[in-house]
């Protein structure tokens, strides 16, 4: 048997981390021959209700989930991660953006990046899931200087699964059909939802939907998909964002399918004339552990306004956070 993957997630007795925890217990997210040591991490106050997750774990009886640790302590949390999921933070309410939480959120993320960089494996991978979660991953690699810029990401792969779903409600075809979507940019309302190298069985998407339709509804629509979720539920998204936390993951560890790519939201080496140093999200292809951004797409002079536009914001978060940004 392989020897078990150690994954941290904080924020665990939240709504994203319990609709997370039994899924990557399960074996959903490195496979059902890898046993995992899940290391949940919250704040004192919600330490009654992590046991009370931690309780129903035991109880599930998964034969892959071969230790819980539950602690309040960063040190214990994210002790020897080979994963670091950071989710627990505030999300947002009705109305607001999700920058308008950068000011409680970002400490909380230069104060985890030191701790991954002193307490976590030398070659953990970290996915940032909490809000505004670009520039929560630029804080948090920031406070890591040990550590590789490349081994900390932020999560888009939400917006692309809905990406993925309304492009297959509009063309009547499954999700399985769709290839090569992807999204640009920040976790935000800038983000740039691009349909212009996208295949649905092989067949560009810009061939089946007009371009009024891409432009006026498929961009905002993905755009404002989070606020639609607040509207209807009075809480942001949960399993779905779960479901991504899976999806970004798996294919980070285990690899892209052949022929397509994922977004995620990387550190940018300037690609696509993205200004370097940024956490902005790139259609992807992982193998062997690691992330490759895709190179050589055709970009039309509206893509590349937009995104400008997500750039130019990401900069702005990256300016109000500059004394977090140093260790
Ligand atoms: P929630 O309020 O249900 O849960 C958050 C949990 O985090 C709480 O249990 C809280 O006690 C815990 N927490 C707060 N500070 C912590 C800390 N310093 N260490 C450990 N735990 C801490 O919120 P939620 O619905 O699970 O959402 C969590 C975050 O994820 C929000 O910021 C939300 O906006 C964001 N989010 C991002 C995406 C995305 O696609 N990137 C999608 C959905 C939600
Ligand atoms: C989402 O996209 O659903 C999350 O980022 C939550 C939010 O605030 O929209």
């Known amino acids: ?15 994203i981390g319990y609709a997370l925890a ?57 002790r020897e991660a080979d994963y670091a999921i950071l989710i627990g933070a505030k999300p947002r309410a009705k109305g607001m953006e999700r920058s308008d939480l950068i000011t409680e959120n970002a400490k909380i ?49 939400l917006d692309h699964n809905r990406a993925l779903g309304q492009l297959a409600n509009k063309t009547n075809r499954l999700v399985a059909d769709i290839t090569r979507m992807t999204i640009w940019g920040n976790h935000s309302m800038t983000q740039y939802p691009d349909l212009g190298n996208c295949l649905v069985e092989g067949v560009p998407a810009l061939e089946l939907v007009t371009r009024d339709w891409a432009i006026d509804h498929f961009i905002p629509r993905i755009q404002r998909r989070g606020a639609e979720i607040i509207e209807a539920r009075g809480l942001s998204s949960a399993a779905s964002a779960a479901d991504a936390v899976v999806d970004h993951v798996r294919d980070w560890a ?23 140093g940024i956490v902005f999200s790139f259609p992807v292809t992982c193998a062997g552990g690691e992330y490759r951004i895709v190179q050589g797409l055709e970009l039309d002079a509206l893509s590349h306004s937009r995104l400008k ?16 940004l140093g260790r």
């Open 109 to 157: 993320f230069a104060a985890q990046g030191r701790a991954i960089n002193d307490h976590a494996s030398p070659d953990v991978r970290v996915l940032v899931v909490g809000n505004p979660a670009n520039t929560n991953a630029l804080i948090a690699a920031a406070n890591a200087p040990d550590l590789d810029k490349r081994q900390f990401t932020a999560m888009t792969r």
């Open 22 to 78: 039994f899924r990557v217990a399960s074996g959903e997210m490195f496979g059902p021959d890898q046993p995992v040591i899940l290391r949940l991490l919250e704040i004192p106050q919600a330490l009654s209700s992590l046991n009370g997750v931690g309780m129903e774990l035991e109880d599930c009886a998964l034969p892959l989930l071969h230790d819980i640790v539950l602690t309040d302590d960063p040190a214990i949390g994210f």
């Open 254 to 276: 285990l690899g892209t399918p052949e022929g397509d790519w994922v977004s995620m939201s990387v550190i940018s080496d300037g690609s696509y004339g993205v200004a370097e």
């Open 309 to 324: 536009k997500s750039e130019q914001e990401l900069l702005g978060e990256r300016a109000v956070v500059e004394d977090l």
């Open 1 to 15: 048997m392989k020897s078990p993957v150690r994954v941290t997630i904080t924020g665990a007795a939240g709504h």
